[in-house]
């Protein structure tokens, strides 16, 4: 039997690893979730781990040889810039909607906010949207005002975001409303 050796991933490092385990208890095995900027598989298999064998689970990322590695640890992939508007069309291919949605791409800001416009409709309603790592760029608080801006209240922010956690170890958690299939 081979083994094959797995990669660190650096959501353990940061310490997202509660937050994680927690987005696990809430969608248990079967959820469907897209990491967006695989590299170099780490992530997607700590998903797998947490999530377990029957969560529908795709890498996506516009770099081939990264997702040739996805494609060797058995996920699906797609070969396409994060900030392709043709991206939510391809996602769909793999599932109608998704629990989780986790960008780990480029951490730029504008790719960053323009990935979240064109994904956020495939969220599912009580799905959650995670952007990794905003507190560690120079840019950091950049990000956390606008994720403030999604905050809904009576005179501003996104009809359909239900929370905003934003977690100083570098994660951005945007909670859909409504209640999960």
């Not at 780490?42 to 377990?52: E, H, N, T």
Request: hydrophobic share 40%; aromatic share 10%.
């Amino acid at each position: 039997m081979t083994t094959i050796e797995l990669p660190p991933t650096d959501k353990i490092s940061h310490g997202y690893a509660p937050t994680y385990e927690a987005l696990a208890h809430r969608y248990g095995p079967h959820t469907t979730l897209a990491e967006i900027g695989v590299g170099n598989g780490a992530g997607l298999l700590y998903f797998r781990r947490l999530f377990g064998p029957g969560a529908r689970i795709v890498g996506v990322d516009h770099h081939m040889g990264w997702i040739e590695e996805a494609r060797r640890f058995g996920f699906s992939a797609i070969l396409m810039d994060q900030e392709d508007p043709g991206l939510p069309d391809q996602l769909r291919l793999y599932a109608p909607e998704l629990q989780l949605i986790v960008d780990d791409a480029s951490h730029a800001y504008e790719a960053t906010i323009a990935t979240y416009d064109h994904l956020w409709p495939l969220v599912a309603p009580g799905g959650t949207y995670v952007v990794e790592d905003w507190s560690h760029l120079s840019y950091g608080p950049r990000f956390a005002e606008w994720a403030e801006g999604l905050i809904p209240t009576p005179r501003h922010g996104v009809a359909d975001v239900h929370e905003v956690r934003i977690i100083p170890e570098g994660l951005i958690v945007i909670t859909k409303t409504g209640a999960l299939a």
